[in-house]
């Protein structure tokens, strides 16, 4: 038996061959059973198809698959390690959707980073697919490959990096704020890190009318007309920092509220911790090492930490979002995702814990109340 992780890991994938395998959804043993299955009676069903292609999810798979699409061009904690270094990534997110929505997926790697190229690409295999997963693709790049193809598709397109994370954020984020007795609105959230997954939660933020949040890059606070912002952080500039704070993450946090770090290891010093407010909320979510430990949080005075980790409480983990998200979708027939949705999601998602506390403000991905409570309420009449 190996003894590290890291020796099981690759002793069960090489002896499994991956995570994930196509079953039978039919019988298939005589002769009555082919001419159904295959000709002559698919014949029959693809001539239907052909005059009604809307029904195609009624008679295909497409109703339940999910097509999880990336270049590998920003794996976790990886980085730029490309399609087939991506590959058990994107199969480990096939087996999450079966596993906790019994819904099917086909992981499908790109030999490609040009966004247009992508797009393209993604475009032309749409009909193959109920749903669009984009995963692992680099910032900014991830911004406007979602984009076009939601503007070019009929069918739901989330980047998962990005909307995911945001969901189990916000929701983790309406727990910790009754555990503290604040007013979620009205606090004061600042945001390290403006990459896929730290615009994903600004705009969540900003669409549910949190009014002070500030944003920080390696730079420092971005603001309106700062030197050197990009067209994307002229953008983040335009929703955040209503007071035009200029300076650093130390002048960010002072009298913050809430921290949420989706940057780098150990950038939250005791120094910046204690500049915060009271019962202050901290959510370091670098990966593998969080932005500070859950100790050092705690001794300078954090009220709730969360990471990305499963060895602490409170894991913010994107599994806890897309298996519900995606199969609410489908059961609402939906062809747009939108922010509404999305909070509705977090909303649902927070919901499953009745009575929050410190340690205990996110569920736990196999709690089996998580994809129904979203599901049913993601699109609500």
Not at 170 to 176: M, Q, R
Not at 200 to 207: D, P, R, V
Not at 213 to 222: E, Q, R
Not at 309 to 326: E, Y
């Amino acid at each position: 038996m190996p003894d590290t992780l890291s020796e099981q890991a690759l002793q069960l994938h090489k002896e499994n061959k991956g995570k994930i395998h196509i079953e039978l959804n039919t019988p298939l043993e005589t002769k009555d059973d082919l001419s159904l299955v295959y000709t002559p009676g698919v014949a029959d069903v693809s001539r239907h198809l052909s005059k009604h292609p809307e029904e195609t999810n009624d008679y295909t798979w497409r109703g339940r698959c999910v097509a999880v699409i990336s270049d590998g061009s920003a794996v976790l904690g990886l980085g730029n390690i490309g399609p087939e270094g991506a590959y058990p990534v994107m199969e480990g997110k096939c087996a999450l959707f079966k596993r906790f929505a019994g819904l099917d997926a086909v992981p499908i790697l790109l030999s490609t980073q040009d966004p247009d190229e992508i797009i393209d690409t993604v475009i032309r295999i749409a009909p193959s697919f109920g749903a669009i997963n984009l995963e692992d693709i680099s910032a900014p790049r991830c911004f406007y490959i979602e984009e076009q193809l939601k503007k070019k598709l009929n069918i739901p397109v989330i980047h998962d990096d990005q909307w995911g994370t945001a969901v189990v954020v916000y929701s983790g984020l309406l727990n910790a704020c009754k555990v503290t007795s604040r007013s979620f609105k009205k606090s004061k959230i600042v945001v390290n890190g403006v990459g896929a997954a730290g615009t994903a939660i600004i705009k969540i933020l900003h669409h549910n009318k949190v009014k002070n949040i500030i944003a920080c890059d390696s730079n420092g606070i971005i603001y309106s007309n700062r030197e050197g912002n990009s067209d994307h952080k002229s953008y983040i500039a335009s929703i955040t920092n209503p007071n035009i704070v200029k300076g650093n993450l130390e002048v960010a946090a002072q009298n913050a509220d809430i921290i949420i770090g989706v940057s780098k290891a150990d950038l939250f010093t005791d120094t910046i911790i204690r500049s915060m407010n009271k019962e202050s909320i901290v959510f370091a979510l670098a990966n593998p090492n969080p932005e500070i430990m859950p100790e050092a949080a705690k001794s300078a005075g954090v009220a709730v930490i969360a990471t990305g980790r499963s060895d602490f409480p409170n894991q913010v983990n994107n599994a806890l979002g897309f298996p519900g998200i995606f199969k609410g979708l489908f059961d609402a027939h939906v062809t747009e995702v939108t922010l509404e949705m999305l909070t509705n999601a977090a909303v649902s998602l927070s919901a499953v814990i009745e009575n929050p506390d410190t340690d205990h403000i996110i569920p736990s991905v196999f709690d089996p109340e998580v994809v129904p409570s979203i599901s049913k309420n993601i699109v609500k009449s």
